[in-house]
């Protein structure tokens, strides 16, 4: 693999910095991208990340490009973020960037700057397998298929938010973390000097430059104040917008007396956010998806996997099954709790990622 030139996204974080610093030892050619997504705050937290990625790239000495995706990044990620909760669901736009952004800006960058692979920090794995099949001309054929796996370490891993990936993709793609755990990376960080060993993790939206998600919307969501009404129709108090309200959520509903409240579904024909004080409400055992992506096409339905409705959520054993209109049916084993629309259901067997589709 010596001299073959890989691209990394490298953000200022720990993660990328010590995946260049890895296919750099392993003597690859690297070369550095930073994208700028969004203007940074007042604050400077993204004017400190690109800062950071400098002295990575000048500490490793590899070059780095730095790309200005603000626009594509505004359309394709922050828009959606605003309309899906307009319209009433929760979107998970760090899915949508990873495929739609990171990816895709690192998998065009490689064809122009003709490079062999593209390398971002992700905590995941992928696999190369070879497996039989039958050509048309009855030949058994050698193909190599690209499975995307879990992480070693499993309280860091990102496979997750990377089921929309495709095999085309995965070809061109390299994870050097997935076989390390986070202490492992810091301790490499610190072990070769990197100048961003230290620091702070977010685990915020990057867009919404450490704000509570609320306050981000009611710069571009006109509240519309309406009931709150229990599952008989009671009206108990007054909401603040149907889009500032998640299924789930217990917090933040100000109703009080006989609470705690969860909101279990909303109304919008009639503008009203419906709650109940019975947690059971939540729980939910059959449910749908859409814009499903299998990671291998060859996926046969129905199957049985586990699915995992939020990031970090336990995997739950299910039956997934062709549905209506290009949907499918997850049935799972045990009821799960606040399965939200506009998430993503992702679909694991044996620490595999399969694929996944948003909840509908």
Not at 55 to 68: F, G, R, S, T
Not at 196 to 225: A, H, M, R, T, V
Not at 249 to 275: A, C, H, M, W
Request: glycine share 8%; hydrophobic share 40%.
């Amino acid at each position: 693999m010596s001299n073959r030139k890989v691209l990394i996204a490298l953000s200022g974080g720990v993660d990328s910095a010590v995946s260049a610093a890895l296919l750099k030892k392993q003597g690859f050619d690297v070369f550095g991208v930073y994208f700028r997504f969004f203007d940074p705050p007042k604050a400077g937290r993204a004017d400190g990340s690109l800062k950071k990625a400098k002295l990575v790239a000048e500490k490793l000495n590899i070059p780095l490009e730095i790309v200005d995706a603000r626009k594509d990044f505004k359309k394709k990620i922050v828009d959606y973020f605003i309309s899906s909760y307009k319209k009433g669901i929760t979107p998970n736009p760090c899915v949508v960037c990873n495929r739609e952004m990171k990816f895709q800006l690192l998998l065009e960058i490689l064809k122009k700057e003709k490079a062999d692979f593209v390398v971002t920090g992700h905590y995941a794995r992928i696999v190369h397998v070879t497996r039989n099949t039958k050509h048309v001309t009855k030949k058994m054929l050698h193909v190599t298929c690209y499975m995307l796996r879990e992480a070693q370490d499993k309280t860091k891993d990102q496979s997750y938010f990377l089921y929309r990936l495709t095999q085309k993709e995965l070809a061109k793609i390299i994870f050097p973390l997935g076989d390390y755990t986070k202490a492992e990376v810091r301790k490499i960080a610190k072990n070769i000097k990197l100048p961003i060993f230290g620091g702070e993790e977010s685990q915020d939206i990057c867009f919404l430059s450490g704000k509570d998600i609320n306050s981000f919307l009611k710069k571009y969501i006109k509240p519309k104040i309406g009931n709150i009404v229990d599952e008989s129709g009671k009206i108990l108090a007054k909401h603040k917008g149907l889009p500032f309200y998640t299924i789930g959520q217990r917090k933040g509903i100000e109703i009080g007396g006989t609470g705690p409240y969860f909101v279990i579904g909303k109304d919008s024909g009639k503008n009203e956010l419906i709650v109940s004080n019975d947690p059971k409400k939540l729980l939910v055992k059959k449910f749908f998806v859409n814009k499903v992506n299998w990671v291998d096409k060859g996926t046969k339905l129905p199957l049985l996997a586990q699915i995992q409705v939020r990031y970090h959520a336990s995997k739950i054993s299910a039956k997934i099954s062709p549905g209506k209109a290009k949907k499918l049916v997850v049935e799972a084993e045990k009821p799960l709790r606040a399965v939200t629309p506009g998430q993503s259901a992702v679909f694991y067997k044996n620490g595999e990622v399969l694929g996944g589709g948003i909840i509908v």
